[in-house]
Nanobody, 115 residues
Framework: QVQFVESGGGLVQPGGSLKLACASGRIVMRSYDMGWYRQAPGNQYELVAK???????DYVDSVKNRFTISRDNAKRTLYLQMNSLKPEDTAVYYC?????????RGQGTQVTVSS
């Protein structure tokens, strides 16, 4: 089955940091624009960071200067460094292509920011 595999989530206190990783397996990541998305309970998916296959990144305003997206195409891995985490960052985080390919959705990784 072709899907992304996310890891690195956990419970962290406000102000803390986490680094998420996403293995793309058989998906040739360098051929796609990639994104990190999150879904909080009762909410829709939100694109929080985007990495363009030609270079360049973009972020939703709420995570700018706190989150950094990066990719290692040779390792077929996408990363999200999250600093200065806030309770409102609590969600399940998914990586996927941009736009989102539902058939490739992974299980996600839970990030909980709480004291």
């Amino acid at each position: 089955q072709v899907q992304f595999v996310e890891s690195g989530g956990g419970l962290v206190q406000p102000g803390g940091s986490l680094k998420l990783a996403c293995a793309s397996g058989r998906i040739v990541m360098r051929s796609y624009d990639m994104g990190w998305y999150r879904q909080a309970p009762g909410n829709q998916y939100e694109l929080v960071a985007k990495s363009l296959r030609g270079g360049g990144t973009d972020y939703v305003d709420s995570v700018k200067n706190r989150f950094t997206i990066s990719r290692d195409n040779a390792k077929r891995t996408l990363y999200l460094q999250m600093n200065s985490l806030k309770p409102e960052d609590t969600a399940v985080y998914y990586c996927n292509t941009y736009p989102f390919m539902t058939s490739w959705r992974g299980q996600g990784t839970q990030v909980t920011v709480s004291s």
